[in-house]
C-alpha cells in the first residue's frame, strides 16, 4: 500500500505562487509516473499535470507556461511549482503517483485558494 501525503497549498493572491509537494511511503516500488490533478467546487477532477518515467512532461492547457512538474532523484516525491496564480485556480489539488501500468494511488488532496 502506498501513502501519498500532499502539502503547500493555502491562501494566495492573484498573482502569487505556490509550491505543492507530494511524498509517497510505504513501498519498495518505483512511482513510475507521477500526476496531478484537481477538483474545483462543483466540477470533475480534472487533469493538471504528469511527468512520465523518461522525465517528460505533459501539462494541461489551462495551466501550460505557469506550473511546472517535477520529481526528485529519489523519485518519492513530486512537486508542482503553480506561478501566476488565478482565481480561477482555485480547487482541492490531488497527487497521483503511478507503479503499475493499472495500478496507481491517490493523495487526500491540499486546497489552494486564489483571492482576487
Known amino acids: 500500500q502506498v501513502q501519498l501525503v500532499e502539502s503547500g497549498g493555502g491562501l494566495v493572491q492573484a498573482g502569487g505562487s505556490l509550491r505543492l509537494t507530494c511524498a509517497a511511503s510505504?513501498?519498495?516500488?518505483?512511482?513510475?509516473?507521477w500526476a496531478w490533478y484537481r477538483q474545483a467546487p462543483g466540477k470533475q477532477r480534472e487533469f493538471i499535470a504528469r511527468?512520465?518515467?523518461?522525465?517528460?512532461?505533459d501539462y494541461a492547457d489551462s495551466v501550460k507556461g505557469r506550473f511546472t512538474i517535477s520529481r526528485s532523484y529519489a523519485g518519492n516525491t513530486s512537486n508542482l511549482q503553480m506561478n501566476s496564480l488565478k482565481p480561477d485556480d482555485t480547487a482541492i489539488y490531488y497527487c497521483?503517483?503511478?507503479?503499475?501500468?493499472?495500478?496507481?494511488?491517490w493523495g487526500q488532496g491540499t486546497q489552494v485558494t486564489v483571492s482576487s
Open positions: 497521483n503517483a503511478q507503479i503499475a501500468p493499472s495500478v496507481s494511488y
Open positions: 510505504g513501498t519498495t516500488l518505483r512511482i513510475i509516473n
Open positions: 511527468i512520465v518515467g523518461g522525465g517528460t512532461t
